[in-house]
C-alpha cells in the first residue's frame, strides 16, 4: 500500500541520490542464536536508512513459500544519526514468521518502493534487500519434537497458567456445580498453534466441557497467543475427590530446552462440612422457645444426675490439615504428606493411638513411612485412600475412672 510521508530532513532537499543513500537490510533474530525447529518463531527486522527526502513508499514483500508469517504493529518512521555525522530518515518493520518444516531455505529480497526528491525531481526508485540465508533445524531428541503426536508441539519463550473456580470446588456438595476456567498463554505463538482442551477426568465427578476460545495479541516482541478452556464440574460422590494436576509440555526458545507448565491440582468436596451451620446468621428465639429451652435444659440436667455424662465428642484432623493431606495426595507427594501428617500424630495422642489400632490404617502409615524413610519392606502406597480413612472421625476414648484409693490418706477417707 502507498503512503505519503513527506519526510524531508534540512539540507536535503535539493541533493542527488549518491551510492549508499537508500538502503534496505533484513535481520533475522534467532532464538538463542540457534537454528528454529518447525513452527517456532523467527523474527525478521526490515531496516531502511535513507539520506533523501522520502515523498512516497510501498513495502513489496516476497512470497515467503514455506512459511507463514504475520507482521507485528506498524511500520515506524524516525530520524537517525549515521557515522560520519549526517542525519538520515529510518524506517522499520517487524515481521514474525514460522517455518513449516526443516530445510535450508533463502528469503527473497523485500523491496521497498521509494518515491524520492532527486535534485528538485520526483523519482520512482526500488530499494531491495539482500537475500538472507536460513536454516531450519531437525529435532533429533529421542522425544516431544515438531512431528511427535504426542505431546502437543508448543515451541514459545514463555508459558503462563492461570486456574479460576466458580464457586471454590472444596465447598460444592452433590447436586451443585462448580465452574473451571484455565487460561493458557504463549509467548512466542499465534493461537492456531495451542494445544486442545485438556482432558480432565477422574472417579466420581461429571465435566462437562465448555468452548473454546483463542486469540492472538500483537506486540513488538511478538505475538502472545492465548487460549481459555472452560468445565462444569459437578460432584457424583459424597467423598473429597483429588483432581490431578495437568501437566502441559512444552519447549523453551531461550534455554533451548523442554519444560512443564501444570494445571494445579485440586480436590472437589470436603471444604466447610463442620462449619456451614456457624456460617448461618443467628436469629433472634422467641420468649416461648426460650422458656422451652430453659424446662429443656432442667431435664438434661437431671438427665445428667441419673445417668450419667452425655456422649463425648469423636476426635478427628481439623480441616485444614484434611485439606492439606488431600492436595498432598492428589499430587503423589508422598513426603509432602509425611511433613503435613507428623503435627497430627505428635500433638493428637488420642488420634495417633485410634490410628495404630486400625488396621488399614496402621498399614498405611507403615507403608507411607517406606516411602518417605525407606523403613521396613517396600508396600504399596495409595495416598488418596490414607488420606480418607485419617479424614475421618475416630471413636471416642474411654473415660477413665478415678482411683479414690491413692487419695484416701489426703482426702481423711479410708
Known amino acids: 500500500m502507498l503512503a505519503a510521508v513527506f519526510l524531508i530532513l534540512p539540507g536535503l532537499a535539493r541533493a542527488e541520490i549518491?551510492?549508499?543513500?537508500?538502503?534496505?537490510?533484513?535481520?533475522?533474530?534467532?532464538?538463542?542464536?540457534?537454528d528454529p525447529f518447525s513452527r517456532e518463531m523467527v523474527l525478521l527486522r526490515i531496516r531502511g536508512v535513507y539520506r533523501q527526502p522520502i515523498l512516497l513508499e510501498e513495502v513489496i514483500q516476497p512470497s515467503l513459500a514455506n512459511f507463514s508469517w504475520t507482521q507485528l504493529g506498524r511500520d515506524t518512521w524516525s530520524?537517525?544519526?549515521?557515522?560520519?555525522?549526517?542525519?538520515?530518515?529510518?524506517f522499520d518493520r517487524?515481521?514474525?514468521?514460522?517455518?513449516?518444516?526443516?530445510?535450508?531455505?533463502?528469503?527473497?529480497?523485500?523491496?521497498?518502493?521509494?518515491?524520492?526528491?532527486?535534485?528538485?525531481i520526483r523519482k520512482v526508485v526500488d530499494v531491495p534487500s539482500p537475500p538472507v540465508q536460513l536454516s531450519v533445524a531437525n529435532w533429533t531428541k529421542p522425544?516431544?519434537?515438531?512431528?511427535?503426536?504426542?505431546?502437543?508441539?508448543?515451541?514459545?519463550?514463555?508459558?503462563?497458567?492461570?486456574?479460576?473456580?466458580?464457586?471454590?470446588?472444596?465447598?460444592?456438595?452433590?447436586?451443585?456445580?462448580?465452574?473451571?476456567?484455565?487460561?493458557?498463554?504463549?509467548?512466542?505463538?499465534?493461537?492456531?498453534?495451542?494445544p486442545p482442551r485438556p482432558v480432565m477426568r477422574t472417579r466420581g465427578i461429571l465435566t462437562f466441557?465448555?468452548?473454546?476460545?483463542?486469540?492472538?495479541?500483537?506486540?513488538?516482541?511478538?505475538?502472545?497467543?492465548?487460549?481459555?478452556?472452560?468445565?462444569?464440574?459437578?460432584?457424583?460422590?459424597?467423598?473429597?475427590?483429588?483432581?490431578?494436576?495437568?501437566?502441559?509440555?512444552?519447549?523453551?526458545t531461550v534455554s533451548r530446552t523442554l519444560r512443564e507448565a501444570e494445571i494445579p491440582a485440586r480436590q472437589i468436596g470436603g471444604?466447610?462440612?463442620?462449619?456451614?451451620?456457624?456460617?448461618?446468621?443467628?436469629?433472634?428465639?422467641?420468649?416461648?422457645?426460650?422458656?422451652?429451652?430453659?424446662?429443656a435444659a432442667f431435664g438434661f440436667g437431671l438427665a445428667l444426675i441419673g445417668f450419667?455424662?452425655?456422649?463425648?465428642?469423636?476426635?478427628?484432623?481439623?480441616?485444614?490439615?484434611?485439606?492439606?493431606?488431600?492436595?498432598?495426595?492428589?499430587?503423589?507427594?508422598?513426603?509432602?504428606?509425611?511433613?503435613?501428617?507428623?503435627?497430627?500424630?505428635?500433638g493428637t495422642p488420642d488420634l495417633a493411638r485410634a490410628w495404630r489400632a486400625d488396621p488399614a490404617i496402621a498399614a498405611g502409615l507403615g507403608a507411607l513411612d517406606g516411602a518417605v524413610?525407606?523403613?521396613?519392606?517396600?508396600?504399596?502406597?495409595?495416598?488418596?485412600?490414607?488420606a480418607r480413612r485419617l479424614a475421618r472421625p475416630v471413636p471416642a476414648p474411654a473415660r477413665r475412672r478415678a482411683n479414690h484409693g491413692r487419695l484416701a490418706d489426703l482426702d481423711g477417707r479410708s
Open 18 to 34: 549518491g551510492p549508499g543513500d537508500l538502503t534496505l537490510t533484513v535481520t533475522p533474530e534467532r532464538n538463542g542464536n540457534a
Open 79 to 90: 530520524k537517525t544519526r549515521l557515522p560520519d555525522g549526517q542525519v538520515a530518515i529510518a
Open 94 to 120: 517487524v515481521v514474525a514468521i514460522f517455518p513449516h518444516h526443516p530445510g535450508d531455505f533463502t528469503l527473497d529480497p523485500f523491496l521497498h518502493r521509494l518515491t524520492v526528491n532527486d535534485g528538485g
Open 143 to 194: 522425544v516431544g519434537g515438531p512431528d511427535a503426536k504426542e505431546p502437543w508441539w508448543l515451541p514459545a519463550r514463555e508459558v503462563t497458567i492461570t486456574d479460576s473456580w466458580s464457586p471454590d470446588p472444596e465447598t460444592v456438595k452433590i447436586g451443585e456445580s462448580t465452574r473451571r476456567i484455565v487460561t493458557l498463554e504463549a509467548h512466542g505463538m499465534v493461537a492456531e498453534g495451542l
Open 209 to 252: 466441557a465448555g468452548p473454546v476460545t483463542r486469540e492472538t495479541i500483537i506486540t513488538p516482541t511478538g505475538p502472545i497467543a492465548r487460549a481459555t478452556y472452560q468445565w462444569d464440574v459437578r460432584p457424583a460422590i459424597a467423598e473429597v475427590i483429588p483432581l490431578d494436576a495437568i501437566v502441559i509440555p512444552w519447549f523453551d
Open 271 to 295: 471444604g466447610l462440612p463442620d462449619r456451614e451451620e456457624d456460617a448461618k446468621p443467628v436469629t433472634p428465639a422467641s420468649p416461648l422457645v426460650v422458656m422451652a429451652a430453659a424446662l
Open 308 to 346: 450419667g455424662a452425655p456422649t463425648r465428642p469423636r476426635p478427628r484432623l481439623d480441616r485444614a490439615t484434611r485439606r492439606a493431606l488431600a492436595q498432598a495426595a492428589a499430587a503423589g507427594d508422598a513426603a509432602a504428606f509425611r511433613t503435613r501428617l507428623t503435627p497430627a500424630l505428635q
Open 373 to 386: 524413610y525407606g523403613r521396613g519392606p517396600a508396600t504399596a502406597l495409595d495416598l488418596p485412600d490414607l
